[in-house]
């Protein structure tokens, strides 16, 4: 090819850019690919016909014991405290003080009520100002009419008699679950080892 005939190949290749570019620009994106999970496929389809995936209402209570090395309970326990914050002032609300747990969930409010699962996550004091704890958990159903878990995320300030976390998603019987996870103290003890019960009641949509 002479150097001519190069040259007018590039200058019609340069004309019909913008046109090409143009046209792929305009043209629609390829639809996603079809979610194969049967059971979320199942649920899309109870949803259809509106049937609830799961329950439209669930409660559970979450007990929380921590761990205190002055009084040595490492046999019951299920809750520890990370490493203290790195500040040299007065910090009277221990603002990032953080907490992981793996709590027993029961169907009633005492400690001998049927265990359905347990708590598994953590909280921060996030607060300079007062006693406020970011919680962000999943609560793991395993015992009951439903299994499955529910993942929880929310504020509660300990001021408040009640408080309002979020449901972000869950799994199994409770696929795709969101709502309000409405939160209340039942009973605290602040003697060492330090424990408490705290109830959620769950409005769910699916």
Not at 20 to 47: F, I, L, N
Not at 113 to 123: D, E, H, K, P
Not at 127 to 137: E, P, R
Not at 178 to 186: D, H, K, P, Q, Y
């Amino acid at each position: 090819m002479t150097a001519s005939a190069l040259a007018s190949v590039i200058c019609i290749m340069v004309m019909l850019l913008p046109a090409y570019y143009a046209a792929a620009a305009a043209a629609p994106a390829p639809a996603p690919a079809a979610y194969s999970h049967d059971a979320y496929r199942a649920c899309k389809q109870k949803a259809a016909d509106r049937i609830l995936c799961g329950p439209s209402a669930f409660t559970f209570y979450l007990h929380n014991t921590v761990y205190n090395p002055t009084v040595d309970n490492k046999d019951y326990f299920n809750s520890v405290y990370g490493l203290p914050p790195n500040v040299t002032w007065p910090n009277p609300y221990s603002f990032g003080t953080t907490s992981t747990f793996e709590d027993p969930l029961t169907e009633g409010p005492a400690n001998t009520s049927q265990q359905i699962g347990v708590a598994q996550g953590l909280w921060q004091l996030n607060s300079k100002v007062g006693y406020t704890l970011f919680h962000i958990f999943t609560a793991n159903i395993t015992d009951g009419d439903y299994k499955g878990t529910i993942s929880i995320l929310g504020q509660i300030r300990e001021v408040d008699p009640v408080r309002y976390l979020t449901v972000v998603g869950g799994t199994g019987d409770f696929l795709g679950a969101r709502g309000l996870a409405t939160n209340r103290l039942v009973t605290i003890d602040h003697t060492a080892p330090a424990t408490w019960t705290l109830s959620f009641d769950l409005d769910l949509y699916y």
